[in-house]
């Protein structure tokens, strides 16, 4: 029902920023929270970022004041500013959409972003 395709990783340097697009293909609901997601190799994939519909946002510790998410309901895309990346932040980023009441989310393949030192 839904796709998700992830876009704009890529390799930077510490102190550099990337912003990240979601295109969501099918309906998106106002109830669906869409978020941001990273996984590092051997680690859990953990939570970056969420938005609703209506601009609520919540953020991980490590992110705040460094990444922005936001989201275009008219154009189905969110997005991630990173800013101030650090090599701590180096990870696939997966694009979120959670529905209500339904227990399996939609994920997007995932795009790299690597910060070098």
């Known amino acids: 029902q839904v796709q998700l395709v992830e876009s704009g990783g890529g390799l930077v340097q510490a102190g550099g920023s990337l912003r990240l697009s979601c295109a969501a293909s099918?309906?998106?609901?106002?109830?669906?929270?869409m978020g941001w997601y990273r996984q590092a190799p051997g680690r859990q994939r953990e939570l970056v970022a969420t938005i609703t519909s209506s601009g609520i946002t919540n953020y991980a510790d490590s992110v705040k004041g460094r990444f922005t998410i936001s989201r275009d309901n008219a154009k189905n895309v969110m997005y991630l500013q990173m800013n101030t990346l650090k090599p701590e932040d180096t990870a696939v980023y997966f694009c979120?959409?959670?529905?209500?009441?339904?227990?399996?989310?939609?994920w997007g393949q995932g795009t790299q972003v690597t910060v070098s030192s």
């Open positions: 979120k959409v959670s529905r209500y009441l339904i227990s399996k989310p939609y």
């Open positions: 099918g309906t998106i609901l106002g109830t669906d929270v």
